[in-house]
């Protein structure tokens, strides 16, 4: 505060002369002093700061989004390295296609004795598990982003936090299961216990059809 040092300064000039004999004259330090006004408006700016939300509802839906679209990405690279194993299917089924001649078939015949084209159990599990974890992140990160980007349902929670003494911060968590249209997050009360809030079908209208996923991805390059 710009009072506090002013005082300081009053105080040290005043006690430099003070020490030689320099008499201050009345209300040399006097503009140094704090009025009610003053306190009044520091104490404001506190209780403001106390009250204010510098994290809030949106801000968790959108870091749980962002963590989900990260985990998404690991996926969709998984995919991406399980079909490699695949293409040896497409290049099998291609020769076979194309092997009209004995010449081409016994070809065929020798490719196959020399390389392992063979699908293991453990290939078809990591492709199936690939392709699974991106549907479930994709549709965590799409909920997570929809229910951010509902004011109105943002705004309630926030509302709700205030008034039941929780805290929306950044040690809150949030789930979405696309399954059952289920959005559940936890929050922490000032004294540390837990509370959970969970929304159920409040994001039907934001579905996308499979025909919209297909024709997205082809329009996309997929």
């Known amino acids: 505060m710009d ?10 000039g005043a006690s430099y002369y003070a020490a030689r004999g320099g008499i201050a004259p009345d209300g040399s330090v006097t503009r140094a ?3 009610a006004t003053m306190a009044t408006a520091y104490n404001t700016a506190i209780s403001n700061v106390q009250s204010a939300t510098y994290y809030n509802t949106a801000n968790l839906l959108e870091d749980s989004a962002a963590a989900s679209m990260e985990n998404l990405s690991v996926a969709v690279d998984s995919l991406v390295a399980a079909t490699v194993t695949f293409a ?12 009209d001649t004995i010449s081409e078939r016994q070809d ?12 293991t159990d453990a290939d078809v599990s ?10 479930t992140y994709a549709q965590e990160a799409a ?9 109105n349902f943002t705004s309630a929670t926030d509302d709700w936090a205030g ?12 789930t979405y299961n696309a399954a059952n249209d289920r959005l559940v997050m936890s929050f922490m009360r000032s004294e540390g216990r837990k509370v959970y809030l969970s929304m159920n079908d409040f994001l039907q209208d934001d579905f996308q059809t499979v025909e919209d996923i297909y024709e ?5 390059g997929g």
């Not at 990591?126 to 549907?135: G, S």
């Open 126 to 135: 990591e492709y199936n598990t690939a392709l699974a974890e991106v549907e």
């Open 163 to 174: 008034r039941n003494n929780v805290r929306v911060d950044q040690r809150a968590t949030a």
């Open 143 to 151: 909920g997570f982003l929809a229910a951010s980007r509902n004011t």
């Open 88 to 99: 040896a299917v497409s290049a099998v089924a291609e020769m076979a296609a194309d092997a």
């Open 216 to 220: 997205a991805g082809i329009a996309y």
């Open 108 to 119: 065929l015949q020798d490719t196959l004795n020399t390389s392992d084209m063979t699908i």
């Open 3 to 12: 009072q506090v040092s002013l005082a300081r300064t009053l105080a040290t």
């Open 33 to 35: 002093q704090l009025s």
